[in-house]
């Protein structure tokens, strides 16, 4: 709780400035520098925690900003007032557009940069071809400035510093919330994110509508301080770069990195405009920025922090739980106490279809209770589709999935999740920028629904402990060998407390030594109350583990039934080995 | 909101006709970009810089009373040196995407300082032969200026085509493109095809400028002006094409000279946007 302090003292003291007296140039440059902590900050909340680069921040900070001069200029509305409609405008304006595009799931990087550059534009032309500019532009010289500060320009200088300090509040909070965690794991890997429990849609959403209500506001603001506003020099390229700009040379991947940024570039401009040596300011701007991208990709916070680390060696870490014995965490007793044996899964005619190819065609499969149920087939014959389609990472073209008596139907993955199923992937899929404990943690948060980050971690470190991956929990997930990683997607699928896990291939890859503590683990995990379903080639894993197999072949159920049995079949020989000639 | 005004048969086909040849500029422009992103993953904003340096060295030599076209000698074989040498930095730093589109934007800034200081900032025309050259066909004024745009878009549009359709270069560049490692296991120079598409695209590109100075008066920032345009373009034709650019900007602009016609010239620029997104909505994977 130091760090809210901190903002809200600085900007007590800051507050001050106006009263020192100096000349009102200094207000405009320091409001400046608040005007595009602003705007950048804001920005960042979408952008920098969630990845989905936005270069239609000019729309929404124009937006606010055509806002506030309609109503100053045509309905001589008091400007105060006008900064909430402005915030308001923008960010209805930023959740229509994320209502239609965060729907389209291969909208990510590049082509949402380009889509929201695209919106700038369209705004800024509907904006000048109508009365709300004309054409013209607008002049609110006519409007009288409030008395906020004890001059003109140390009004606009403590509003920006209001605005700026709720700003950094806001994507303080966010960073240290349950919240920011699903935001950050978005950026990561945004499937894995949505199939941990992470409501990927409306966290999106809510991160854009923030973003461009803070942008609006300070759009708002900014009118008046032009006092003349037109569309050429609103809705540009110019302040979504600019915005971009300052985030990554600060670190976006830090609350006060743009700010930072902000300060340095604005600063930066200022002494060069000073200087009248404007055009040496955007050939040096340039240089800048591509110094700092070939040399500080993550920015300059990060860089700083590391360096402070370096100084301050890290807190000694508690002695690692000794991994050669791990404790399985005391079982939680499983939802309903329903008697083992009963159907938890059931599955009827369910079919996939990939435009022409058929993927699963209808399927149908029960899963009891407390079992482990393996699913067995030839390569291509639909076993990780089945996962992908449980797990709702695809919507099934047809078919029912009942899981304790509830339709899944084609739910999001995250409420499939939070219903009780959680899956690993094949090839592991960790959330690349966050340490293993945190990884473990986002699923507790999530799909096991803990709120407190602090409890989840706790709850994530039981997990770590149960395989054996209690010393790695302030590693990355990079420096992890791919058993350990594979381990890794078994902790973070548990500790959301699933009642059924579907595994895929976690064996595939592994020595035949790694295979058989893996072969332990899986089977605590259903001796704790889990229901397991997985897919596996490793044959003598799947004798070993398994009560019970089903046989896919060509999207079809070939077989099913005591895995040494249905292996012995002369159909399910021919499918998995191919037709003797002989 | 401007009235609507129906146009005669007569302006409007000379509506279509101006929209073709600007089109032919979008595709020329987008061409070296449209290769960049598709096949180097890279999406290189300094071209519309490089392309702006390339008309004012063309302005600059025409001024001395070099032919305009004559100046290609030299621009081109420079422009593919420039284009290689900043391939060469992004590929030994290992740029990602995103990173290059920021990279190339600050080299733009530094390139448009470095034109201002030089040139600066007043509109420049460049004077020449071609330049009030034009011809009547039926009730059409076909410019000279314009229609040379135009042959060249189409003739480097077609022969970037042939060659990533028919020659072992261009088959090496989309294997590359599509799996790197794996081209390279098979024998692929990467590095040194990559190099060569670079400075070839950056070649393309400053033809591209080249033409704009026949064509449109300067200024330096100006250059930003194209950039969501060809943008649009280069999204619509479909990354890594030869052609798309080339029939999309043609697209882009036909439809942007009629709304000009029909609505005000302000109007212009929705088109292309709104086309840009309707395309990104409804067909993403044919953009990526």
Redesign the interface.
Known sequence: MRTPLAIVGVAVAMAFVPRLGLPAFYDSLLYLMLHWIVLATSWNILSGYTGY?SFGHGAFFGAGLYTTSTLLARFEWPFLWTLPVAAAVAAVLGTALGA??FR?R??R???F???T???T??V???V????IDG?QGVSLTAVPVPQVGPTQSSTFYLLALAAATLTLLVAWAITVSRFGAGLFAIHDDEDAAEVIGVPTYRYKLTALAISCALAGAAGGIHALFLSYVTVGEVF???VP?TV??MS?LGGTRHWAGPAIGAVAITGLLYSFTAADNA??G??A??????AA??FM?DGILPRLQRAWRRVVPARARPAAVDASAPAAPAPRPAAPPAAAGDVVLRVTGLHKRFKGVRALAGVAVEVRRGEILGLIGPNGSGKSTFINVVSGHFAPTAGEIVFEGVALGSRAAHRIAAAGIARTYQIPRPFAHRSVLDNVALAAMFGGGIRSPREARDEAMRWLEFTGLADKADARPDDLNLHQRKFLELARALASRPRLVLLDEVLCGLTPAEIDGAVALIRRIRDQGATIVFVEHVMRAVLALSDRVVVFHHGELLAEGRAAEVMQRADVMTAYLGQAHA | MSAFTLPSASLLAQSVLSGIFVGALYGLLGLGLSLSWGLLRLINLAHFAFAFLAAYLCFQLASLGVDPLLTLVGIVPAFFALGAGLHWLMARFAITPFNSLLLTFGLMGIVEAAIQSIWTADFRKLESVYASQKFKVGALFVPVPELITLVLAVAFAAGVWAVLRFSDLGKALRAAAEDGPIAAAFGVHRQRNALLLAGTCSALVSIAGVCLALTFTLAPSQMYAWIGVVFAAVMLGGLGSAIGPLVAGTLIGVSEAVTMAVTAPSWAPIVSFTLLIVVLVLRPGKAA
């Open positions: 680069f239609v595009v389209v291969s909208v990087g590049e082509l940069a380009l889509l550059l695209a919106i534009f369209v800024g032309t509907i000048g071809n109508t009365p054409g540009t390229i110019t770069l971009v700009l990554v055009i040496a955007k050939a701007t340039g240089a800048i920025l591509i991208i070939l990709p």
